[in-house]
């Protein structure tokens, strides 16, 4: 494999196309938006630049790595003479099934489809293309340029030597492939999301303050992160429709958000990304601070 396209020039999309194009590849960043390719060269070439003060990267490295990466709006342009496509565009099942149409249309034939969707069913978007044995889930883990993991998403009608190609390409990636099957919010969210709702439940209901929560869990649990910094960090809104997917998939009662955190969606505070959640943020400051809501 040589040459390959990733859609969405979003937060994932401009690290898969990152470590593509460090790996070697050709890649083809595709966005509906000049502004979000320009804005994920930049980021990319400042997250090159780290690498080469940390002394992991040479300039020469670099300025690969760079020239390996080209930017299209049009998206059959920027499929036509690929080998794989990483669809990372924004997280709306209707935006995804569009979009997997519109690869299918225009990829070369024998090429692989793969979706970074954090939870939207990859039989759901094969069954809207004409080869659901070529379609496949990759998830990455944001920061993607240092997380480790790609959880692989075998679909319901995924071919056996796709998954494994999948899975040889990641480790050529310099990642940790790790093979599940599809059904709602594979295991990462599956297992990561109910806690976080149940965190935010402690909260809604009393049980401890946004400090005592993480602490016990950072501290308890050895977690890098507290469960209500790491929401932020992922995004309210983003953990609200996983949670969705996960209730709505398994019917179960279970998963269904928390009111709280329905609430704080509904009034646009959807953390770091807003400037506030059950952290406030500054921008330049690292400092954590809890936001004065629940102080
Ligand atoms: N953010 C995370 O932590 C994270 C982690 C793992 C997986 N994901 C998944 O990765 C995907 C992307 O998430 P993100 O956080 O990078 O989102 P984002 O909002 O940062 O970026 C999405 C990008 O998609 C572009 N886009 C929208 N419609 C498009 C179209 N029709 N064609 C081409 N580009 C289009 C937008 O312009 C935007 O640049 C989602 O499926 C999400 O669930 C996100």
């Known amino acids: 494999m040589k040459k390959v396209a ?14 593509f194009a460090q790996t070697g590849f050709q890649v083809s960043l ?3 938006s000049q502004e979000q390719l320009n804005k994920a060269l930049a ?19 670099k300025g690969t790595a760079l020239k390996n990466i080209e ?20 997280e709306n099942v209707d935006l995804k099934l569009s979009i997997f149409k519109q690869i299918d249309e225009n990829a070369p034939q024998g090429c692989i489809l793969a979706s970074n969707t954090s939870s939207i069913s990859i039989t759901k978007i094969a069954a809207v293309t004409s080869r659901p044995d070529l379609v496949i889930g990759m998830h990455f883990m944001n920061p993607v340029p240092v997380m480790k993991l790609v ?17 040889e390409l990641s480790k050529q990636l ?22 976080i709702n149940e965190a935010i439940y402690s909260l809604y209901e009393g049980v401890a303050g946004v400090e ?11 977690h890098p992160m507290g469960p209500l910094q790491l929401a932020d960090f992922i995004g309210l809104d983003v953990c609200l429709s996983i949670l969705n997917v996960l209730h ?7 998963y269904a958000p928390c009111p709280l955190l329905v609430n704080m969606v509904t009034a646009k505070k959807l953390g770091a990304k807003s400037g506030e959640g059950f952290y406030a943020y500054t921008p330049g400051s690292k400092e954590l601070v809890v936001s004065q809501r629940f102080r």
């Open 6 to 19: 990733v859609i969405g020039a979003g937060t994932m999309g401009n690290g898969i196309a990152h470590v």
């Open 30 to 32: 595709i966005d509906v």
């Open 43 to 61: 980021t990319i070439t400042k997250n090159l630049n780290r690498q080469i003060a940390k002394g992991t990267l040479t300039e020469e490295q």
């Open 71 to 90: 930017t299209h709006t049009s998206l059959a342009e920027g499929v036509k003479d690929v080998e794989l496509v990483v669809e990372a565009a924004t």
């Open 151 to 167: 959880e692989i998403i075998n679909g319901y009608a995924t071919r056996p030597e796709v998954t494994t190609t999948i899975v």
């Open 174 to 195: 310099g990642k940790v492939p790790c093979v599940v099957n599809d059904y709602p919010g594979f295991i990462a969210n599956r297992i990561l999301m109910p806690m």
């Open 212 to 222: 005592e929560i993480d602490t016990v869990m950072k501290l308890g649990m050895a």
């Open 248 to 254: 709505d998939g398994f019917g179960n009662p279970k």
